[in-house]
DNA sequence: GTCTATAGATTGATAGAC
DNA sequence: GTCTATCAATCTATAGAC
């Protein structure tokens, strides 16, 4: 880490700090700390504690949201090529492929897909505006494409199925980071691959349920 | 609010601001304010903030649990003495119903329910202590009943599809506060029973797939 | 039980030397 | 760009009068 230049050692130690702790919860004082830098170069580099959350959240963002994006449009241009409608099971896996393979980009990865994972439920305005402005033309196109793909479906249905998907999903990506709550002593969980297939399997089989 | 006693005011004030903003977002002092009490009253009927919040979540949360075993028993019972086990669905409405179903309780009981379900995934240590523990005996109950309902299923898919559940439902209970995201201009949004019936029959189908 | 007043620590942000 | 030093505000918690 301490080869980067301390703008980049900034955004990680935030990522990893407010990932753990939550905003709030955590002060420049601890973030410099653990990049090495000092305290006044996060105004410096930043402007303010928020621009330094806002930062954060983008650099990785704004690539996997362009990730996602590419992946449904493959989907719809093979459907259109064909001449039928995409399959529900394809778009969600274009979806959430994307997003859960993501945490192996690179250490701080991971810490960042929980804090994504968290922010989907965020009380919090910082947090929450910060990041809702940033994903919602990509769940829209989501969303969009599914009603091509489950035409039958009432609006508000779909919409609320929509609604528990993200809901399994981000509660995988904000457990990805730590051990999640200890309800059995299973011999063996799953693998990172297993748990991203069992996702899709579970939400594609609710998301297509008869109603 | 005002001709309640100062506890249950700062019980009240506590539990909706905690759920609006985070708990470290809240101030004493916004708290008291809220409740029209002195900002010394929460340590001295309190002892300080953070038993505060753990008296705020077992006001509710007790009660709550309460129900959902009376819940789970009594699936388990009928099982019993027709001599099957119990079917998954069945299990899942006595575990899910009761906890939408207190958003009903009173005004304050739907920020509460908020505040659990945001709880699931709470990164802070203080917060999510104090939830793991009251939640923890009630959540081996109905995983072992799970476990009896789809026997047929590894233990570790079981729990990988529980957490799902898990994920969907206090995604659920995290946007029942505030609007959710606004993915679509749906004409008409599903009120309450409707969602809970809508997340029940997602949850069951996902948690009854074939492997 | 309720209040005022304040201790004691921590926070985000900034001014100014180098 | 990086540093020291510090400001002004805020926080939790408590002591002590009533």
Redesign the pocket.
């Known amino acids: 880490m301490s080869q980067l230049?301390?703008?980049t050692r900034i955004l990680d130690a935030g990522e990893h700090l407010f990932a753990r702790d939550g905003f709030h919860n955590?002060?420049?004082?601890?973030i410099t700390s653990l990049a090495k830098?000092?305290?006044?170069?996060?105004?410096?580099?930043f402007?303010?504690?928020?621009a330094l959350l806002r930062a954060v959240i983008e650099r990785r963002l704004l690539p996997l949201n362009q990730l996602r994006k590419e992946q449904i449009d493959a989907v719809l241009a093979e459907a259109a090529a064909t001449g039928t409608a995409p399959s529900a099971k394809s778009l969600l896996r274009a979806f959430i492929e994307p997003t859960l393979a993501f945490r192996s980009a690179g250490p701080g990865a991971q810490d960042f897909i929980a804090l994504v994972g968290r922010s989907m439920s965020e009380p919090d305005e910082t947090v929450r505006n910060c990041f809702i402005g940033l994903v919602l033309p990509n769940f829209r196109l989501f969303f969009e494409s599914l009603q091509r793909a489950l035409p039958q479906l009432p609006t508000a249905v779909l919409m609320a199925r929509v609604q528990f998907t993200l809901g399994a999903m981000s509660h995988v990506m904000c457990t990805s980071n730590k051990p999640p709550i200890n309800i059995s002593a299973a011999p063996q969980p799953l693998d990172d691959d297993e748990l991203a297939e069992q996702l899709l399997q579970f939400v594609s089989t609710g998301l297509e349920a008869p109603q």
Chains 1, 2 share one sequence.
Do not use: I, M, P, Q
């Open positions: 230049d301390t703008k955590t002060s420049l004082r601890t830098a000092n305290l006044a170069a996060v105004n410096y580099h402007g303010s504690k928020e």
